[in-house]
């Protein structure tokens, strides 16, 4: 089994920045890809971007590229998203996600809220 425990989320003012992470444990994987999701009230799930292992990331081509980061640490099994000029439609519950051996997004965590005021 795999665990995700996502941290970092809060309440900040638009402009500001905001660092989230993502560590996982148990049942992972050598070669993994961690993906970061958010969902707004009302609203779908949307994609922000992804990570292997490797470091390679790939990112939505929304709102978000440009202003969100994505790196990985091995050592310490984490996955950060650092997210700088926030603004208040980036307010959500902000989940990360490990890709299993089908390469779909089997394993989930439980969210951290970010919440932007104007």
């Known amino acids: 089994q795999v665990q995700l425990v996502e941290s970092g989320g809060g309440l900040v003012q638009a402009g500001d920045s905001l660092r989230l992470s993502c560590a996982f444990s148990g049942r992972t994987f050598s070669r993994y890809v961690v993906g970061w999701f958010r969902q707004a009230p009302g609203k779908e799930r949307e994609f922000l971007g992804r990570?292997?292992?490797?470091?390679?990331?790939?990112y939505s081509p929304g709102s978000v590229k440009g202003r969100f980061t994505l790196s990985r640490d091995n050592v310490k099994n984490t996955v950060d998203l650092q997210m700088n000029s926030l603004k208040p439609e980036d307010t959500a519950l902000y989940y990360c996600?490990?890709?299993?051996?089908?390469?779909?997004?089997?394993?989930w965590g439980q969210g951290t809220q970010v919440t932007v005021s104007s």
């Open positions: 990570i292997t292992w490797s470091g390679i990331s790939t």
């Open positions: 996600a490990m890709a299993g051996e089908s390469g779909t997004y089997d394993y």
